[in-house]
């Protein structure tokens, strides 16, 4: 079966009592299309979680002052299109937009609603650094420090001599194969780890590690000087966040309720998968709704400020904006010149300040300083990358973000 548009027929996916085991989703491929369709929305129900708890204090967002679904604009293959057309073909779940100090669009689909949350995949890195950004704050860790002075057992891992910038930036030479569709690659590896997926068929998984933190131990090649170069490691988050949990006593979801969800008057419990130690997948195992992704894109965008109180220290929302680091992969140099992986963000240009937030199958939230600009969307793209649906996505940004 294959994954479907907003406007195709939908199959009736996990629906009945019992559903029929041919829409049951299958453990082996929850995340991939066309099942990640309805899973995205219902983690819960697939996998162990933990919550995220908001506070009491909920930071009111105004209504959408208008609905840019009719809103053209010329599409990369040089054809006219609409904002309405481009959310379709890039299965979108949830968009908002927000520039000159309002709401210039909000739209649900695919079953969706302000109450949803939905799977955030890599944003969840985002997440975690500007969480760690408080502790650094508080002095609870110094990005200059090595890792191994707050996870001593890692002396015998490749992280020995990194510091903790370099797990920030990904510029470790830790040898970490980010292949998504290799079931026994570092990343396939990891899936079972975190407790997302069983073993694959006729793989002998009786070696694999059973948690996070086993995996971590168990990494002990170094492919190049740390600091060297980027390359885009998943794990780098899990072991900043094992340092996060050590250096405060609590777990990653508390750390994030206390210094993110609660101050930024969240609305709704988020969550967080968590593996057979308890420990939540920072790399990637959030889940939020689209209007809590909001308030935490527009706390970016006020340089840590949201509702006049400062929640990321300014001095750490700098630094993800100008920070001098540079190194970047040559694809990434072609598109965006400028750019720079930092702290955990995508710098589209590190002159203006514009960063991205990105995850796989289309998660994205955009902070354009510049402009006054914000956008969050959240999608169930069929691939864990695709380029063409990215640049249909960014155009009819862009497009907005031009003409308003």
């Known amino acids: 079966m294959s994954s479907y548009k907003n406007s195709d027929p939908h199959p009736p996916i996990m629906q009945g009592s019992p559903p029929p085991k041919e829409m049951r989703v299958p453990l082996i491929d929850w995340d991939r299309g066309p099942w990640n369709r309805w899973s995205f929305q219902h983690v819960r129900e697939i996998v162990p979680t933990t919550a995220i708890p908001c506070g009491n204090n909920v930071f009111d967002l105004p209504k959408a002052s208008g609905d840019l679904s009719n809103f053209s604009y010329t599409a990369p293959n040089g054809q006219k299109t609409t904002l309405s057309q481009m959310l379709d073909d890039t299965y979108t779940d949830g968009l908002f937009i927000w520039k000159n100090n309002q709401i210039l669009h909000e739209s649900y689909h695919n079953g969706m609603t302000p109450k949803t949350v939905h799977l955030l995949q890599s944003v969840s890195k985002s997440i975690t650094s500007a969480a760690a950004g408080c502790l650094i704050s508080d002095g609870l860790l110094t990005p200059e420090a090595l890792v191994t002075d707050y996870l001593p057992e890692l002396e015998k891992t490749g992280w020995k001599g990194a510091r903790l910038q370099h797990i920030f930036d990904m510029t470790s030479g830790t040898q970490f194969t980010e292949n998504y569709t290799v079931p026994d690659s570092d990343m396939g590896i990891m899936d079972y780890a975190c407790g997302w997926k069983p073993a694959p068929e006729g793989v002998d998984a009786s070696h694999w590690p059973t948690s996070i933190w086993d995996q971590i131990l168990g990494l002990k090649v ?167 649906l990215y640049k249909e996505t960014l155009a009819g940004l862009l497009a907005v973000e031009k003409a308003f």
């Open 222 to 388: 170094v492919t190049a000087e740390h600091g060297e170069k980027f390359e885009y490691r998943s794990i780098e988050t899990d072991v900043l966040a094992h340092a996060m949990e050590r250096v405060t006593g609590q777990r990653l979801a508390d750390i994030l309720s206390e210094r993110l969800w609660k101050p930024l008057g969240c609305e709704h419990d988020a969550n967080i998968t968590v593996d057979s130690a308890g420990y939540g997948l920072a790399c990637g195992g959030i889940s939020a709704s689209l209007r809590d992704m909001a308030r935490f894109g527009l706390m970016l965008l006020g340089n840590g400020v949201l509702n006049g109180r400062q929640i990321v220290p300014i001095k750490w929302c700098q630094d993800i904006r100008h920070g001098a680091h540079g190194l970047y992969d040559v694809d990434n140099y072609k598109n965006w010149p400028s750019g720079s992986y930092r702290n955990k963000f995508w710098i589209e240009d590190s002159r203006l300040g514009r960063h991205y937030c990105f995850g796989v199958f289309g998660q994205m939230v955009m902070v354009a300083p510049d402009t006054g600009m914000m956008a969050v969307k959240l999608s169930t793209w069929p691939d864990f990358v695709n380029n063409n």
